[in-house]
């Protein structure tokens, strides 16, 4: 399997909210998740593999696909970086920004007499005001809160059940959806599959042969769609990335956890490792 990455989640708690964390016994958590090197376009493949495209989104530094996504760009607040550089005798500012955060209020769960006191106050200034109010935060909010609580119950239960069942090819499709296309390395012996196999996949379109240390077989694997990968492969691929990918996110759902239920003040950092 190819190494991408660097893209992680961190939990950064405010003041003494770490003694809370500690008395709970969550002091000892990773510092840092996933903690395999994915890159943040896989990370959000993996997340709306498993049905939370909006979270996909609010954790990972892809672009907004609709008005939704780009009402939950407005949660990210990005650390920019600056630097100075001469070039021909004039001074040159360059800024960019590889991480940003996101409060730990907005994973915090969404009481319905919440929901129903905002939604009061929305119809009474329309009553008053006479004027339509934009419910796009509304929706961004509420799909949040349900994706979260969706993804932390998929961990717990190990993404076994009818809803694990085809999350490789919502990966595969997702990620080409960013990326243009899915790609991997297949290698015979490490990856356990024959050259047989490899050359006969190669053979159907699937990708390129190669040979590499110790005349050893290599299939570069590249697909726009799940649809394109032949059914061997398909199994061979799912088999090696679905449980590299489910523990990922089951390290990702437990660090959401903690900044959902355990009512500490903060913030989760994402950011390019």
């Not at 672009?63 to 990210?76: C, F, G, H, I, S």
């Not at 929901?115 to 509304?138: K, P």
């Not at 990856?191 to 077989?217: I, N, P, Q, T």
Request: with cysteine; glycine share 6%; proline share 3%.
């Amino acid at each position: 399997m190819r190494a991408v990455g660097g893209w992680q989640l961190n939990l950064l708690v405010m003041g003494r909210d770490w003694k809370r964390l500690a008395k709970m016994g969550l002091s000892r958590m990773p510092n840092w998740v996933p903690s395999d090197e994915l890159g943040s376009a896989e990370l959000y493949a993996a997340l709306c593999a498993a049905g939370c495209p909006r979270l996909a989104f609010l954790l990972t530094d892809v672009d907004p696909r609709d008005p939704l996504d780009e009402e939950l760009a407005k949660w990210k607040e990005w650390l920019c970086r600056s630097y100075k550089y001469v070039r021909e005798g004039t001074v040159h500012v360059e800024t960019y920004s590889q991480s940003f955060l996101v409060h730990t209020s907005d994973f915090e769960p969404l009481r319905e007499e919440l929901v129903e006191e905002w939604l009061r106050d929305i119809e009474e200034r329309e009553r008053r005001l006479g004027v339509s109010e934009e419910l796009t935060w509304l929706d961004a909010r509420l799909a949040v809160d349900r994706e979260l609580e969706k993804l932390i119950e998929l961990a717990e239960a190990g993404f076994e059940g009818p809803r694990g069942e085809g999350f490789f090819d919502r990966y595969v499709d997702a990620l080409a959806s960013v990326e243009g296309s899915f790609e991997d390395a297949l290698c015979e012996k490490i990856d356990g599959v024959s050259g047989e196999e490899l050359a006969e996949w190669a053979a159907l379109g699937a990708g390129k042969l190669d040979r590499v240390r110790d005349d050893e077989l290599v299939l570069y694997v590249k697909a726009k769609s799940s649809r394109e990968l032949p059914r061997e492969l398909r199994e061979a691929l799912r088999r090696l990335w679905e449980r590299r990918l489910f523990k990922d996110l089951r390290e990702v759902a437990a660090l959401l956890a903690v900044a959902r239920h355990a009512g500490v003040r903060g913030f989760v950092l994402a950011r390019w490792s």
